[in-house]
């Protein structure tokens, strides 16, 4: 198994750029989420999806849409790139919803915003 | 609002010492209490988790960690330090009996190992 698969890697975009981060679980995973990662920030949730079909928005989801049209598939829109949302984000997803269950991390995609 | 604080930003050991990594959390009810580590240009990898069975949690690479309800503390520790274990540490809660799986981060705190 991949596990979870994140794509690109890197990615420089200019102010004002829209574009697509990757996202997909091959673990028939229910839940999936996106987080971003800032310098001495910690993790922070930005939207999730406890199922196919379902999303909802979490600490810091604005400038940022999501879809669940599969189960495997949970992709990351940044409709018009800002500097701020220079940082790395880290996709993953658990076995179910519940609270109890850890979650499975991808490697992470490293945006910079000019 | 749960929250969680790490205290330390940057903790360095020497090779062999006793590693300590401070979490404390804020919820008035015992949540579950997660350990992550992530190693340079990596993801997050589970290290241990307490789910409300046994106090004291083995994880993985010699880790372990004890939920002290009385101190709403939850501190990782490990005999021993390699220099393997040099990464970036993250305590993360979610709410007993939530349905959505929701992490809440800590800071994080960055160990440093010295030979």
Known sequence: NAGVT???????????????????????????????QDPGMGLRLIHYSV???????????????????????FPLRLLSAA???TSVYFCA???SPLSNQPQHFGDGTRLSIL | AQSVTQLGSHV?????????????????????????????????QLLLKYTSAATLVKGINGFEAEFKKSETSFH??????????AAEYFCAVSEKGGSQGNLIFGKGTKLSVKP
Request: aromatic share 12%; with cysteine.
């Open chain 1, 6 to 36: 994140q794509t690109p890697k890197f990615q420089v975009l200019k102010t004002g750029q829209s574009m697509t981060l990757q996202c997909a679980q091959d673990m028939n995973h229910e839940y999936m989420s996106w987080y971003r």
């Open chain 1, 51 to 73: 199922g196919a079909g379902i999303t909802d928005q979490g600490e810091v989801p604005n400038g940022y849409n999501v879809s669940r049209s599969t189960t495997e598939d």
């Open chain 1, 83 to 85: 500097p701020s949302q």
């Open chain 1, 93 to 95: 997803s658990s076995y």
């Open chain 2, 12 to 44: 360095s050991v020497s090779e062999g010492a006793l590693v300590l990594l401070r979490c404390n959390y804020s919820s008035s009810v015992p949540p579950y209490l997660f350990w992550y580590v992530q190693y340079p240009n990596q993801g997050l």
């Open chain 2, 76 to 85: 990782l520790t490990k005999p021993s330090a390699h220099m393997s274990d």
